[in-house]
């Protein structure tokens, strides 16, 4: 905590469980950093029962997972983290792959694009949990995809109560590979962009 960057890495394959990440990152120097509480480059890590809070950057101000890194989040906590541009909670970023079991992303905040999320990479995943009460200046208060040309899956999450003027909860790239919604709870006509909704089955 209380720290330019909080944990990075490039080449590392690390395991982080029951850690609170928090109030990293400075102001003056938003226009210029990514990722202060959590930064991986070419990394494969597993991240269980975390909390990331209060960070600020410019974009991916909770996490930032870029270069071809591989990365499986369970039972994180993401909130009240600021970017001043993309991805208030975490940024999925170039040719990397993301996947978020039972993760609550909620009260984050960007001044672009992606509030909660803001996924740029290969493609992202998230099972259960909830993106809620995030905002974005601009498109995609709660989720903002652009690129994930292998796709997106949202399965079993609550997306509602994200704030911003396009796609609401969510806003999609007409150039983004398929995101498709199943057994989601959320308001589709909050969503900006093109995606498939599958409630086939849902109890």
């Known amino acids: 905590r209380n720290a330019l960057w909080g944990i990075s890495g490039y080449d590392a394959s690390p395991t982080i469980d029951h850690c609170v990440v928090e109030n990293n990152g400075i102001a003056e120097n938003n226009d210029f950093s990514a990722g202060t509480g ?10 269980t029962d975390c909390v990331f809070r209060g960070n600020q950057a410019r974009g991916g101000a909770g996490a930032t997972f870029s270069v071809s890194s591989n990365v499986r989040l369970e039972r ?10 993309s991805g208030g909670g975490l940024v999925v970023g170039n040719h990397s792959q ?11 905040t960007a001044g672009e694009y992606g509030g909660g999320i803001y996924c740029q990479g290969d493609a992202m995943s998230k099972t259960g949990g909830a993106i809620t009460g995030n905002s974005a ?3 995609g208060g709660g989720v903002g995809i652009r690129g994930a040309l292998l796709g997106v899956q949202l399965e079993g999450v609550l997306v509602t109560e994200n704030i911003a003027p396009e796609g609401p909860q969510g806003n999609v790239s007409p150039y983004s590979g398929e995101v498709v ?16 909704v599958d409630n086939d089955g849902c109890d």
């Open 38 to 47: 959590m930064y991986f480059d070419k990394s494969t890590a597993l991240i």
């Open 76 to 85: 994180c906590l993401f909130t009240g983290n600021t970017a001043t541009a």
């Open 98 to 108: 993301v996947t978020l079991v039972d993760c609550l992303v909620t009260d984050n």
């Open 137 to 139: 200046i601009q498109e």
């Open 181 to 196: 919604l199943v057994c989601c709870e959320t308001d589709i006509e909050g969503w900006a962009g093109p995606l498939t």
